[in-house]
């Protein structure tokens, strides 16, 4: 396989570039990336990958537009609410670029059993899954699926004005994991955005970091198992801290 003239013009700033070059694209060509929420952070993140040349593309997400959302969710516009997140985000990454495949999954991810969808938007091969919910329940499930497929797994939050970002490689690293971090059995947070509020911008850099990791992850260019880096928006400031295996982890069994 080789880029056709279109193709090198779309993605000549990567090509430009001595570690990405035609080999580079190609893989990012070749990927498929599950991203599971299409909110504040999984519409920066949705754009630039799809931009980027990411081949395939499965959104999952169960909410409809709302007028709340497009202070920083954007993707959306006004004619979006009342419809559909993934139905609205697959016409405005196609729109952008329509070489991307895009599947939208209207599911909520849970532990519910196949009747819920999730079996079936966890049943593809994908290269790596991209969390981008405020769903605690949610991140444990697609953990224990990132490591039980050993592939990666690039979660994100933020509030206020902090976000936080964590990645795993379990193609080359068994543990720690999600779980090791914050145990399956740990409650919802009580404070989200919708009763807590979140500066925009904030989820913007948090995405933008997101889809940055699942590019150095597909080009092989990443080596930070486990890290976490917060941001601190309000100060301005990153903070980086590497999570531990906890011994006997039900997930990635951490010795």
Known sequence: ????????????????????????QLKLLNAHVLIVGLGGLGCPVSLYLAAAGIGRLSLCDPDRVELSNLQRQVLYTPEDCGDFKVDCAAKALQALNSETQVSAFNYELSTGGAADGSAQVLASDYDLVVDCTDNLAARHLMNRHCVERKIGFVSASAIGWEGQLVAFDFGHNQNPCFSCIIPENTAEPTMNCGNSGVVGPVLGAMGSLQATTVIRMLLGYFAQHGEMQRYDGKAGRWFNLQAQAQEGCGVCAAP
């Open 1 to 24: 396989m080789s880029l056709d003239d279109q193709q090198f013009m779309r993605y000549s700033r990567h090509l430009l570039m001595d570690d990405i070059g035609e080999a580079g």
